[in-house]
């Protein structure tokens, strides 16, 4: 283990396996197990992956980037979500240094190049007792080694191998997540959402576009909250703060079906 790696907080012990029902699954099994923050779970494979809003996401084998990371930070339950703005600013880095592929953020937390997307992130929080927060089980699925993807998909998900023409090692992409997660998550724990929240609107493809809540009422995304809502600006000009879950992005797309 190199220096770096010593002094990291994350990614001290990886469980890296071959075919899973989903590593969400196995991450929380081992949180619930007592195992420390920054214990990692990869598969090679997933036969009933998860993405968010009880989307199924799905892999091929062996071509992309699947793991699930315990977290536990000294924070209430209503701020579990905003570990997935903290994941999509750690991705965004790792594309940039691992590949050279440069990557944007769409809120809350998919990571596009372009149109296409070519990472999401789904927190699952454990709340042992009202306003406590036991673990986030971060997942992240990061699509690196497809050369191509099935219509209608081809027209929404990219690849790294898709972006740069050459295939790259998933461990290599995994070891660059950790490094850039464990930067990103420690500014996190000293500052909050404060911490990363200008690197976030750096890396946002969000900003500037229209978008729609989930009451149907509908703006141009302006800022991100403090809370890491995201702002709207109506056409009457009135201010609405979405959460997560709650907003429609213009061009809004998932990996998973
Ligand atoms: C989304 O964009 O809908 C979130 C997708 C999250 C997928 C990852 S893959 C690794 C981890 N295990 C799962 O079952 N889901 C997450």
Redesign the pocket.
């Given at each position: 283990m190199s220096l770096a790696e010593a002094s990291r907080r994350l990614g001290h012990r990886v469980h890296a396996l071959g075919i899973v029902d989903?590593?969400?699954?196995e991450a929380v099994r081992l949180a619930e197990a007592g195992a420390a923050e920054g214990t990692v779970v990869t598969?090679s494979h997933?036969t009933?992956?998860?993405?968010?809003?009880g989307?199924r996401?799905v892999?091929a084998g062996g071509e992309?980037l699947?793991?699930?990371i315990v977290l536990r930070p000294p924070v209430s339950p209503n701020r579990a979500p905003q570990l997935s703005l903290v994941g999509a600013v750690a991705v965004a880095d790792a594309l940039r240094a691992c590949a050279g592929v440069r990557a944007a953020i769409r809120w809350p937390?998919?990571v596009m190049v372009g149109e296409r997307?070519i990472?999401?992130?789904?927190p699952e929080a454990a709340t042992p007792r009202p306003g406590a927060l036991g673990h986030v089980v971060l997942?992240?699925?990061l699509n690196v080694n497809q050369a191509e993807f099935p219509a209608p998909l081809c027209d929404l998900a990219t690849s790294v191998r898709i972006e740069t023409g050459r295939m790259t090692a998933i461990g290599e992409i995994l070891e660059g997540v950790l490094s850039a997660l464990d930067r990103w998550y420690g500014r996190f724990l000293t500052a909050g959402l404060d911490g990363i929240r200008e690197a976030w609107l750096e890396r946002a493809q969000s900003i500037g576009r229209r978008a729609r809540a989930a009451d149907g009422r509908e703006g141009v995304a302006v800022d991100l909250g403090r809370d890491g809502a995201l702002v709207l600006r109506t056409d009457s000009g009135e201010t609405l703060r979405v959460l997560a879950g709650d907003v429609t992005m213009e061009a809004s797309h998932?990996?998973?079906d």
């Open positions: 989903s590593t969400q699954t598969a997933q009933s992956g998860r993405g968010r809003r989307r996401w892999d992309s699947l793991m699930s937390n998919d997307k990472c999401g992130m789904l997942g992240i699925g998932a990996t998973g």
